[in-house]
């Protein structure tokens, strides 16, 4: 007789206030029902943790609906299909999926991408390939960066930004970055070619910026918000553009915070700031893996990660992100 599959899976337990500690999680296990017709088992190999993930977890609407308490967390995730009897997929199958946060699932197939096992590791889907290296290219495409342009990026050695830089690189920018330790500002010269880096936590911003910058900056990428924008702003070029993609600095503010003083920069320099919601790019999805699958696969974008291992890790995994423990794309390996 088959016995059904247990599932260890996160639910939110209660909403933090602040950085999110391990009290505000529980990890919880199902059983899985039989699989019905027309239904795909999956085993989840990779989940991510991500920034956004601590706004979900506030009440309230914004651009994507409110985790719910008592509720299975979820996120990007890539696994294989272990039962199937849906024609679309087979056993062994390569997919990924919103359902992370948790050991297995059963899915209908119209919820699942299927992706190549010829690309290894395959939580590259969940970073340089998924959804944050699609953040990166959709800013870069969002204000035109171009050759010749000098970018600056901040939280540069995560995963949107460090795929940020390397593609800024292969348009020809200069381009340099600002993050949290020495080891980071190492990975960004050596690894990923920027022409400069600062660690953000030594010195203020502003100073090393105009160091790293004598002539101004162009474009600013900004992953961070707080003391990096407004650096940033000061040391902008006329006509300068800003993509507002993220504000980690802000995520676990239990207080407004005041914004940028020196925001009368955008009208004396004629300055454009663009927000950036991912999600509006998914359209062009195949444009984008078709150039940066070609530059990883001729080894021009080196993937970097940091891999936890572990479901019953994925909340430090998680909280880690707001300490700066990752380098790259912070993914937690299930299997
Ligand atoms: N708009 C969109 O559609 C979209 C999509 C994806 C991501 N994002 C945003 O893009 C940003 C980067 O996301 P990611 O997935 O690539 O994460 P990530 O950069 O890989 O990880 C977060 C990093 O942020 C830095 N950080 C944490 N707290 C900070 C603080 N108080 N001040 C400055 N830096 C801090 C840490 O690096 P250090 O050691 O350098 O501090 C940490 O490693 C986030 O703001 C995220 O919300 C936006």
Known sequence: MM?????????????????????????VKKELPPLQDNEVMVRNLFMSVDPYMRGRMNEGKSY????????????????????????????????????????????????????SRAIQPLSVYLGTLGMTGLTAWAGLNLVEVKSGDV???????????????????????????????????KF????????????????????????????????????VGGQALEAALSVMRLHG??????????????????????????????????GLIVMDWLDRQNEFEKEVAGYFREGKLKHKETVVEGIDKAVDAFIGLFQGENMGKMVVKLF
């Open 188 to 223: 960004l010269r050596e690894e990923c070619g920027f022409n400069a880096a600062f660690n953000y936590k030594t010195g203020p911003i502003l100073e090393q910026l105009k160091l790293a910058a004598p002539e101004g900056i162009d474009v600013y990428f900004d992953n």
């Open 64 to 115: 994507v609906p409110p985790f719910e308490i008592g509720k299975t967390l979820e996120g990007g995730a890539v696994g294989e299909v272990v039962e199937s009897r849906a024609k679309e997929f087979k056993v062994g199958d390569a997919v990924s999926s919103s359902f992370g946060w948790r050991e297995y699932f059963i899915s209908s197939p119209k919820s699942l991408h299927p992706v």
């Open 3 to 27: 016995t059904n599959t247990i599932n260890r899976e996160i639910q939110l337990a209660s909403r933090p206030n602040g950085l999110p500690t391990q009290s505000n999680f529980k990890l």
């Open 241 to 274: 553009r800003i993509i507002a993609c993220g504000g980690i600095s802000n995520y676990n503010n239990t207080k407004p915070q005041p914004g940028p003083a020196n925001l009368f920069n955008m009208t004396t320099k004629r300055l454009t700031m663009k």
């Open 151 to 185: 970018i600056y990026i901040s939280g540069a050695a995560g995963a949107v930004g460090s795929v940020a830089g390397q593609l800024a690189k292969l348009r020809g920018c200069t381009v340099i970055g600002s993050a949290g330790s020495m080891e980071k500002v």
